[in-house]
C-alpha cells in the first residue's frame, strides 16, 4: 500500500463509531517489546539498530493482519508524511524524529500500526473508535502472541516485559482514550476532574500526548503505571474513570443547558459565525471552535448528518493534513488562509443552530444520550 | 525545606500522590514547578517527575561504577537519558533499580502476561528442583536405586531444557 492510498482513506477510528462516541473519539492501547540481549534503540549504534530493523520488520509484514500492509523505512518518508502520521496518531512525535534504522508497518484500515525502533524495538498499537479498549486490546495482544513465537522477546519473571524506560517494565502497556469534554471545560469543572484523575494514580494529557496542551477540548487518559498489575485489571480500572467521566461530561451540559444557556448558545453561535466567516484561522482556533460545533450536534442544535463533515474538519485542518491534501509546502500565513477557506467551504451547507430544538429536548427532560453500539 | 530538583531554593509547591495507599511526595520550589510543568494539570504525571529526579542517584546507590557486560551501558548515561541500554542492564543495575520501579509503580513485581516460553521455562524450572531434592533425599537414605532413576529423569529434563 503507498502513502497516498493511507491519505486517501481515513482510518476507521476516525469514522466516529463505536459506544459512546460522541464523547470518546478514540481507544487506544500499546504494548512495548524488546528483544532479548540488545541494545535498545536509543542506545543502539546504527549498524545495530538496522541489523534489529532486518529481524523484525519481515516478521511483522508476514503477519496475516498485516496483509496489504502499509510498510516504510523512516528515512523514506518525507518530513510531511510523518507528520501526517502523527497527526492520525499513526506513529509518535518521537518516531517522526527517527530516520535510518526505524520503520513503521500499518494494516489497510489503520487500526494496527506497529514503530519498529522507537523508543524501543517494537511498539505495537492498536487503536479503535469510541470507548473499545478490550476489542483494542485484544488485537495488539493476538499480534503480540503471533510475534512472540518468532522473536525472542526480552523479560523477566519477576519484572515482566524490559523496556528502555523504567516507566514502562511489566505489562509494557499503555491504555488510552481521547476524550472530547467541551461540557466540563465550559463549566469550569475540568481542573478537578483532572485533578481526582491524577490522584488515582491515572495520567491527562493534551491532544499529541505528553508535554502538550489541551486544544479543541481534547484530553487523553492512560494508565501511568505498568508493574504489579495485569492487562486487564488496568483496562477495567481505565474503563471504569472514563465512564465516570462520560457521566459527569453529560451532567455539565445539562447544567449548562439549564443554569448558564445563554452563554452555552452565545459560544456555539460564536463558533458558528467565526468559522463560517473568517478568512484566517490557527489550527488551534479552528479546533477549539470545531470543538464547540460538535458540541453543538451531540445537543441537537446541529442535525445529527452534519457530524461527519465536523469530525473530519478536526483532522483535515491539521498543518500537516492541510498541505499533503493541497500538495504544497505552505507557510503558517497562507495555512491559516487555506484553513478558513476549507472550512468556509464544507459549512456553506450547514445550518444555522436551531436552538429551539435543543430547549424543547432540554423541557422534556431528555437530552440525546449517547448511543451504545455496541 | 529544600526543593528537591534544584536543591537551592525553598520549596513553596509540595505535590502528594496516592497510589493504592502508598504516598509520593515531591517538593519544589516556584521556577522548578513551573519549569516541570506542573502548575499545567494536563502535562504533569508524578512518576515522570520522579524519573527526572531521583532515578540517577537511585542507580548509583546500587552499582558505584558499575557497566553492562552486555551493552557497556553505564549510570551516568542513565542520567544523561533516563532510559536504560539494553534489558541485561536490569539485572546489571538492579539494586538501584529496585527502589526507583518501587516509587513508580503500583506492585514490584509483574502479575500479567508473560510469553508462552517463558512458562515452559518456569515449569522446567520447578520440576528440575523438585527432581534435585528428590535426589539428594535419595542419595542420603543410601537409596542408590531410586537415585539413578532420578538422575536419568535429571538428564532427560536438561535435554528438554536445551531444545
Known amino acids: 500500500m503507498r502513502f497516498s492510498n493511507v491519505m486517501a482513506t481515513g482510518g476507521e477510528w476516525l469514522r466516529g463509531e463505536g459506544p459512546h462516541h460522541q464523547i470518546v473519539i478514540s481507544s487506544r492501547v500499546r504494548l512495548a517489546r524488546n528483544l532479548r540481549q540488545r541494545a535498545f534503540p536509543g542506545w543502539a549504534k546504527k549498524a545495530e539498530r538496522t541489523?534489529?530493523?532486518?529481524?523484525?520488520?519481515?516478521?511483522?509484514?508476514?503477519?496475516?493482519?498485516?496483509q496489504d500492509s502499509f510498510s516504510e523505512l523512516l528515512q523514506d518518508l518525507s518530513a510531511l508524511e510523518k507528520q501526517v502520521l502523527v497527526e492520525r496518531h499513526l506513529i509518535s512525535r518521537e518516531h517522526a524524529a527517527k530516520s535510518v534504522g526505524s520503520a513503521v508497518i500499518?494494516?489497510?484500515?489503520?487500526?494496527?500500526?506497529?514503530?519498529?525502533?522507537?523508543?524501543?524495538h517494537l511498539r505495537m498499537q492498536s487503536i479503535r473508535s469510541g470507548l473499545q479498549l478490550k476489542s483494542a486490546f485484544k488485537l495488539v495482544d493476538k499480534v503480540d502472541s503471533t510475534l512472540e513465537a518468532k522473536l525472542d522477546f526480552a523479560y523477566d519473571a519477576r519484572l515482566g516485559y524490559l523496556t528502555a524506560c523504567p516507566t514502562n517494565v511489566g505489562t509494557g502497556m499503555r491504555a488510552s482514550a481521547m476524550l472530547h469534554l467541551p461540557g466540563l471545560v465550559l463549566s469550569e469543572m475540568i481542573n478537578q476532574v483532572i485533578q481526582a484523575v491524577n490522584k488515582i494514580g491515572l495520567a491527562v494529557r493534551g491532544l499529541y500526548g505528553e508535554g502538550t496542551e489541551a486544544m479543541g477540548n481534547l484530553f487523553q487518559i492512560s494508565n501511568q503505571t505498568t508493574l504489579g498489575e495485569k492487562e486487564d485489571e488496568i483496562i477495567n480500572r481505565l474503563?471504569?474513570?472514563?465512564?465516570?467521566?462520560?457521566?459527569?461530561?453529560?451532567?455539565?451540559?445539562?447544567?449548562?443547558?439549564?443554569?448558564k444557556s445563554n452563554t452555552l448558545w452565545d459560544q456555539i453561535g460564536r463558533a458558528y459565525g467565526v468559522l463560517t466567516f473568517a478568512h484566517a484561522m490557527t489550527s488551534k482556533e479552528a479546533l477549539n471552535l470545531l470543538s464547540i460545533i460538535k458540541l453543538g450536534v451531540d445537543l441537537g442544535a446541529f442535525p445529527e448528518d452534519r457530524r461527519l463533515p465536523i469530525d473530519e474538519l478536526f483532522i483535515d485542518t491539521q498543518p500537516a493534513h492541510l498541505q499533503k491534501s493541497s500538495q504544497q509546502k505552505l507557510n503558517a500565513e497562507e495555512r491559516d488562509h487555506l484553513r478558513a477557506q476549507i472550512i468556509r467551504e464544507r459549512l456553506r451547507v450547514f445550518p444555522k443552530p436551531d436552538i429551539s430544538k435543543v430547549a424543547r429536548e432540554s423541557e422534556n427532560g431528555s437530552i440525546p444520550e449517547p448511543q451504545n453500539n455496541e | 525545606m529544600l526543593c528537591d530538583v534544584c536543591k537551592c531554593n525553598d520549596a513553596t509547591v509540595f505535590l502528594t500522590q496516592i497510589l493504592e495507599g502508598k504516598m509520593q511526595k515531591v517538593n519544589l520550589c516556584d521556577a522548578c514547578s513551573k519549569e516541570k510543568g506542573v502548575q499545567d494539570p494536563t502535562g504533569f504525571a508524578l512518576a515522570d517527575l520522579l524519573l527526572g529526579i531521583g532515578a540517577a542517584e537511585e542507580i548509583e546507590k546500587g552499582a558505584p561504577s558499575q557497566k553492562c557486560p552486555v551493552c557497556g551501558f553505564t549510570q551516568a548515561d542513565f542520567k544523561k537519558t533516563g532510559r536504560l541500554g539494553c534489558s541485561v542492564c536490569y539485572v546489571t543495575f538492579a539494586e538501584g533499580l529496585g527502589g526507583l520501579l518501587k516509587a513508580m509503580h503500583k506492585g514490584t513485581e509483574h502479575v500479567g502476561k508473560l510469553?508462552?516460553?517463558?512458562?515452559?521455562?518456569?515449569?522446567?524450572?520447578?520440576?528440575?528442583?523438585?527432581?534435585?531434592?528428590d535426589l539428594e533425599k535419595a542419595v542420603a537414605a543410601e537409596n542408590y536405586e531410586s537415585a539413578a532413576a532420578l538422575r536419568d529423569q535429571i538428564k532427560q529434563l536438561e535435554h528438554e531444557k536445551a531444545i
Not at chain 1, 51 to 66: A, D, G, N, T, Y
Request: zero cysteines; glycine letters at 2%.
Open chain 1, 239 to 259: 474503563s471504569k474513570v472514563i465512564e465516570t467521566i462520560i457521566e459527569k461530561e453529560h451532567d455539565a451540559r445539562q447544567m449548562l443547558i439549564q443554569k
Open chain 2, 115 to 133: 510469553p508462552q516460553r517463558a512458562h515452559r521455562e518456569i515449569e522446567l524450572g520447578d520440576r528440575m528442583r523438585a527432581l534435585t531434592d
Open chain 1, 51 to 66: 541489523q534489529i530493523l532486518e529481524l523484525i520488520k519481515p516478521r511483522v509484514e508476514e503477519l496475516p493482519e498485516m
Open chain 1, 106 to 120: 500499518m494494516n489497510r484500515r489503520q487500526t494496527l500500526s506497529i514503530m519498529v525502533n522507537e523508543e524501543d
